[in-house]
C-alpha cells in the first residue's frame, strides 16, 4: 500500500511539472495571438493608404498573419504530447528551432560508474513555440530535433535517456507515460534522479477506443514508421505493409511533414488519393490537427474529374473490363466514333466567287478521315477540319492555278476563306459536322450496345461490350461508378478542350476596397470543401500520396498519374490486400504512371491495430490467398478470441443485429458490419435504429478503416465475390483492434462450433 502511494506521489509531482510547463507554453501563445491581432490591425491601416503598393503588402501581411492566428486559436487534444531527457551532445551547435543539433553523446556524457547528467530537455509538440528569448518550449514534431523522440530505442538510443509520452487536453494534463532508453545508466536532472512514469505509452494508444474519424499517431508514431515519414521527397517513395502498419496515417502525416519541410517547393500543393469517400471522411480530420491544412486536397477516386461524385459500384466482371488498360483503345475509337452521332450532313454547299460550291459525302468522308489522322485530341482537331474543309472547296474554284504571283493566290485566297466562313450556313455545318464533344456525351453514347459492339470489336469480347453497355445506361452524374470515373477522365485527355478567346478581366469592386472585410471568409471552410476548391485552381500537382495504391486499376493509374506528371510521390500499399484481381497488369500501369523516376522503398512491418488472436485468424486467409506471404507482426493480446456465430436459413437479419448489438455493449467505441458488396442495403436495414456507433459498410469499402469490434458476415459471399476475393476478405477480417465476430451460413460450410471452412486449419 505504501508502495502504490509512493508510486502515485511521483505520477502527480511529474503531472504537476508538466502542467507548469504546458502553462508557460499557453502563456507564450497567448502573448502570440496578441502579436498575430496587431499586424492584422496594422495591415489594415496599411491598406487605408490606398497606394497600390500598401494594398499589396497589406494583402500579403493579412494572409500570413490569418493563418497564423488561425493556427494559434486552434485548441488541440494532445497540444503537447512528448518530451525527451537528453545526454551532452558532442557539440554545442544549435539549429533553428533552438535545440542542440547534436546527435551522438559527448564523450564524457556517461560516467564510469554509469551515471550521467541530462544536459537537454525538450518538448515536442503539434507546432514550435519559442519564448521570448528564442529558446525552445515546444519543438514542432516534425523539425530535425524532434526526430529522436520517434527513433530512439533501447538498442539504439542516441542522446536519449527518457522518452515521456505526456496525455493532455486542451490546457489540462492528464498523465505521463514513459519508456527509459538507456535502463543501464542513472540520470540525474537538476540535481535529482529522474524519475520514470509507468511502462506502456504505446499500448495505452493502442487500446483507446475508435470513432468514426481517424486520430493522428503524432504522439504515438514508431521508429520505422518516422523513417518513411522523414524521408526525402525526391523521386517515388514506395511503401508497403500489412493491415494495421499505420500506412494510412504515416501517409498523412508524411504530407504534413513535407509542407514543414520545404512550404515553397510544395506550394503547387499536395494531393493525397484515397480509394473510397468514406475514407477520406475517415481521414479528413487529421491534416488540421498536425497544423497543415489548404495546401493539401485529399480526393477520393471517385471524385478526381471536378463535377463527378462516383456513387454506384459496378459488377466485378464490369469492374475487371473498365479498370483494363484494353479500355484505352475502346476510348480512342469512341472519341473519334462519336463525331458521327446525331444526324449527320451528307454534303456541303456554299457560294463564292459568284459560284456554287457543293462536297459530297464521300468528299467529306475523306476530309475528315485526313483530319483524323495522328493523335491530337478530337476537339483540339476542329480548327485543322475547318482549313481541309476550305482547301477542298477552294481547289474545286480552280483559282489557285490560274494565278501565277504568289502575292496575288494568298490575297485571293484570303478572300475566299473570308468569303466562305463568314456565312452563317457554314458554321452550322461546321457545328453538326464536327460538334464540339465531351467526356459525358462520349460516354452516354458508349451506352448503345451496337454502337459499343463496334468501337470494341477485337478488343472486347460481344458478352464484355454488352455488359459494359448496360452498365453506362445508368450514366447520369449522379449513378458514375468510381471505374466510369476514370474513363471520363481519360476521354477528357483524348478529346481535349477547345480553345477559347481571353476574356478581359472585369473590374471587382473589392479591389477597391481598403478594408479586411473583402479578405475575410464568412465561414471557414471545411476540408472537404478546401480541397473542391484547389482540385478546381489545379490540374497538376508538386507531390501525389496514393494511399491503397494496390487497388487502382490500370485506367485508375493513368487518372491519377496526369495530376502529378512533374511531381514527387509516395505510393502505399500491400499486394496481399488487393482487390483488383489482375495485379501484373496494375503494375505496367503504375510503372507508367511513376515514369523513370528512382524508387525508394520501405516496409512497415508491425501490425499495431489486431491483437494477436485476430491477426493469427486473419493469417490462415493471406495463406490462401498469397502463399508464403508474411503477416506483420501483431504488438498486443487481449486474450479475447475471435467468435463464431453459425445461422440457419432465414436467420440472418435478426443474428447480424444481435450481434451487433452485443458488441455495442462490449466496446466504448464503433462497430462495424462488414458484409458481400451485394447486402450493403439489406445490412443497413438489419442495424437501423441501434445508433450511430454501428455501421454496415461493403466489403469493397472497409478499406482503410478499423472499429473496436468487427462483424464479418459470411466469409463466403466475400470470397466468392470476385477472383480477389480471398484478398477482399482478408481485409474484412482486419478491420477490429479489440472483438471480432465471424457470422457463417450454410455457403460457408461450418463445423460444430461455428468456424467457417475457410477459416479453420
Known amino acids: 500500500m505504501a508502495a502504490q502511494q509512493a508510486v502515485d506521489s511521483v505520477r502527480d509531482r511529474e503531472i504537476a511539472v508538466e502542467q507548469e510547463h504546458l502553462n508557460r507554453v499557453y502563456r507564450r501563445l497567448e502573448e502570440k495571438i496578441h502579436e498575430a491581432e496587431f499586424l492584422m490591425h496594422d495591415a489594415a491601416r496599411r491598406g487605408q493608404v490606398g497606394t497600390p503598393g500598401a494594398l499589396a503588402e497589406r494583402d500579403a501581411q493579412v ?40 546527435v551522438e553523446p559527448a564523450d564524457d556524457a556517461v560516467r564510469d560508474d554509469n551515471t550521467a547528467d541530462i544536459g537537454e530537455t525538450l518538448h515536442i509538440g503539434r507546432l514550435g513555440v519559442l519564448d521570448a528569448d528564442y529558446a525552445p518550449l515546444v519543438i514542432d514534431w516534425r523539425a530535425p530535433a524532434a526526430a529522436p523522440f520517434y527513433r530512439a530505442t533501447p538498442v539504439d538510443p542516441g542522446r536519449v535517456v527518457r522518452r515521456r509520452v505526456i496525455r493532455s487536453k486542451g490546457r489540462k494534463v492528464l498523465g505521463v507515460e514513459d519508456d527509459l532508453m538507456r535502463p543501464e545508466l542513472t540520470a540525474s536532472l537538476d540535481g535529482a534522479e529522474l524519475p520514470v512514469i509507468g511502462d506502456g505509452a504505446l499500448m495505452a494508444a493502442l487500446g483507446r477506443a475508435r470513432s468514426h474519424s481517424m486520430r493522428d499517431i503524432v504522439s504515438s508514431i514508431q521508429a520505422e514508421q518516422d523513417l518513411v515519414i522523414r524521408a526525402p521527397a525526391a523521386s517515388v ?182 468569303d466562305v466562313t463568314s456565312e452563317d450556313s457554314f458554321g452550322e455545318f461546321l457545328d453538326a459536322w464536327w460538334p464540339e464533344l465531351t467526356p459525358r456525351r462520349v460516354l452516354a453514347a458508349m451506352a448503345d450496345e451496337r454502337r459499343l459492339g463496334r468501337w470494341s470489336r477485337r478488343v472486347l469480347n460481344p458478352g464484355e461490350a454488352r455488359r459494359v453497355a448496360r452498365s453506362l445506361r445508368r450514366g447520369t452524374p449522379e449513378t458514375y461508378s468510381v471505374h466510369d470515373v476514370a474513363l471520363l477522365d481519360e476521354l477528357q485527355a483524348l478529346l481535349g478542350a477547345p480553345a477559347r478567346p481571353r476574356r478581359k478581366r472585369e473590374a471587382d469592386p473589392l479591389d477597391q476596397l481598403t478594408g479586411l472585410e473583402e479578405l475575410m471568409p464568412v465561414r471557414e471552410e471545411s476540408q472537404r470543401e478546401r480541397a473542391e476548391r484547389l482540385a478546381q485552381e489545379r490540374t497538376e500537382y508538386a507531390h501525389v500520396i496514393v494511399d491503397e495504391a494496390q487497388d487502382l486499376t490500370p485506367m485508375q493509374w493513368r487518372m491519377v498519374g496526369r495530376r502529378g506528371r512533374t511531381a514527387t510521390w509516395t505510393v502505399v500499399g500491400d499486394p496481399a490486400q488487393s482487390s483488383w484481381s489482375v495485379p501484373d497488369e496494375a503494375v505496367e500501369a503504375r510503372d507508367e504512371a511513376l515514369g523513370r523516376r528512382p524508387r525508394r522503398r520501405f516496409t512497415l512491418t508491425v501490425n499495431y491495430r489486431n491483437p494477436a488472436e485476430i491477426a493469427e485468424l486473419a493469417g490462415k486467409v493471406l495463406a490462401l490467398a498469397m502463399p508464403g506471404a508474411e503477416s506483420p507482426r501483431a504488438v498486443r493480446s487481449t486474450g479475447v478470441e475471435p467468435r463464431f456465430v453459425p445461422l440457419a436459413d432465414g436467420e440472418l437479419a435478426h443474428v447480424v443485429r444481435e450481434e451487433a448489438r ?73 478491420r477490429a483492434t479489440q472483438q471480432l465476430t465471424v457470422i457463417s451460413g450454410p455457403r460457408d460450410e461450418p463445423d460444430a462450433d461455428g468456424v467457417p471452412d475457410l477459416l479453420r486449419d
Open 63 to 102: 494572409f500570413r498573419a490569418g493563418i497564423h492566428l488561425n493556427r494559434l486559436n486552434s485548441e488541440f487534444e494532445d497540444f503537447l504530447f512528448g518530451r525527451i531527457d537528453l545526454l551532452h551532445g558532442k557539440d554545442g551547435k544549435k539549429g533553428p528551432d533552438g535545440a542542440y543539433t547534436s
Open 237 to 418: 517513395t514506395y511503401v508497403e505493409g500489412g493491415p494495421g502498419t499505420g500506412k494510412t496515417a504515416v501517409a498523412l502525416h508524411r504530407a504534413a511533414y513535407l509542407l514543414y519541410q520545404d512550404r515553397r517547393r510544395y506550394a503547387g500543393g499536395i494531393l493525397i488519393v484515397s480509394p473510397t469517400p468514406l475514407l477520406v471522411a475517415y481521414t479528413e480530420g487529421v491534416l488540421p490537427s498536425l497544423g497543415e491544412e489548404g495546401q493539401v486536397a485529399i480526393r477520393a477516386l471517385g471524385s478526381l474529374v471536378d463535377g463527378v461524385q462516383a456513387t454506384a459500384y459496378d459488377e466485378p466482371a464490369v469492374a475487371r473490363v473498365k479498370g483494363s488498360s484494353r479500355m484505352l483503345k475502346v476510348l480512342r475509337k469512341a472519341a473519334r466514333g462519336a463525331l458521327e452521332l446525331g444526324e449527320q450532313p451528307g454534303r456541303l454547299r456554299v457560294v463564292a466567287f459568284g459560284r456554287r460550291l457543293e462536297l459530297d459525302a464521300e468528299e467529306l468522308r475523306r476530309i475528315r478521315m485526313g483530319a483524323l489522322g495522328g493523335t491530337a485530341p478530337v476537339n483540339l482537331l476542329r480548327p485543322r477540319a475547318r482549313r481541309l474543309l476550305l482547301d477542298a472547296l477552294y481547289a474545286k474554284t480552280g483559282a489557285a492555278a490560274r494565278e501565277a504571283d504568289p502575292e496575288l493566290a494568298a490575297e485571293l485566297r484570303s478572300s475566299f476563306d473570308e
Open 662 to 734: 452485443r458488441l455495442l455493449d462490449r466496446v466504448d467505441g464503433t462497430v462495424g458490419v462488414v458484409v458481400a458488396m451485394d447486402r450493403r442495403e439489406q445490412a443497413a436495414r438489419w442495424l437501423a435504429g441501434l445508433g450511430d456507433r454501428v455501421v454496415a459498410l461493403g466489403s469493397l469499402e472497409a478499406k482503410g478503416l478499423e472499429y473496436d469490434a468487427t462483424v464479418v458476415v459470411s466469409p463466403a459471399e466475400i470470397a466468392d465475390e470476385s477472383p480477389a476475393g480471398l484478398r477482399v476478405l482478408y481485409v474484412a477480417l482486419t
